[in-house]
């Protein structure tokens, strides 16, 4: 399996500002993917970061509000610009290693925006 | 209606078995996950089973997919305290695109 950290655990965050969330993996990954949880619902795709190029957006999120880094194979950071509290939600990182179709998650960012 | 569909709470006695059921829509997913959330936590990879398999055991756990009716059940046999947290269903859609229901709670009494 794969070893995946996040930071920050936990921010809170006023409405207008930005925050940076950067997710570190034990070891190199093809594939790594920015989840959000929002309050009480399941957990939906935001975007494939990809190593090199840029991220691949799904339907309902776009590069000017979570633009994205990918610089190498074991780290990715998720910008949510010009928050509101209705981005208040957990974003988890998430990395398929390429072995067995297994993915793993990152403990999560805890967003809080007031 | 919801592409991947689970019950929201389940109660049950220690000792007892668990089944937590999901009913999913898309017939072309090759994988179908099951992740479990404790409180405060992140997602951990229970298990998962191939569209082409119908069932599979590792240890407590016990998967059976009935692909025709596109239903997935998890079993866990000797349900224990630690067992208490949110049970995600997810279904892959390819790409790393994982669509997961709203969660399970399994709540576990002594």
């Known amino acids: 399996s794969a070893v995946i950290s996040q930071k920050p655990s936990r921010d809170i965050c006023q409405r207008g500002t930005s925050l940076t969330i950067q997710c570190q993996v034990d070891?190199?990954?093809?594939?790594m993917f920015w989840y959000r949880q929002q309050p009480g619902q399941s957990l939906t795709l935001i975007a494939t970061?990809?190593?090199?190029?840029?991220?691949?957006?799904e339907s309902g999120f776009v590069i000017d509000k979570f633009p994205i880094s990918r610089p190498n194979l074991t780290f990715s950071t998720l910008t949510v610009s010009n928050m509101s509290p209705e981005d208040s939600s957990i974003y988890l990182c998430?990395?398929?290693?390429?072995?067995?179709?297994?993915?793993?998650f990152g403990p999560g960012t805890r967003l809080t925006v007031l | 209606g919801e592409d991947v569909e689970q019950s929201l709470f389940l109660s049950v006695r220690e000792g007892d078995s668990s089944v937590i059921n999901c009913t999913y829509t898309?017939?072309?997913?090759?994988?179908l996950y099951w992740y479990k959330q404790e409180p405060g936590a992140g997602l951990q990879l229970l298990t998962y089973?191939?569209?082409?398999?119908d069932m599979k055991q590792d240890q407590r756990l016990t998967v059976l997919l009935n692909k025709k009716d596109k239903h997935l059940s998890l079993r866990i046999a000797d349900t224990q305290t630690g067992d208490s947290a949110i049970y995600f269903c997810?279904?892959?859609?390819?790409?790393?695109?994982?669509?997961f229901g709203k969660g399970t709670k399994l709540s576990v009494k002594p």
């Open positions: 070891s190199q990954v093809t594939m």
């Open positions: 089973i191939f569209s082409n398999m």
């Open positions: 970061a990809n190593q090199g190029s840029e991220a691949t957006y």
């Open positions: 998430s990395v398929d290693p390429g072995l067995n179709n297994e993915q793993f």
């Open positions: 997810a279904e892959s859609r390819g790409q790393g695109n994982l669509i």
């Open positions: 898309d017939s072309s997913s090759t994988y």
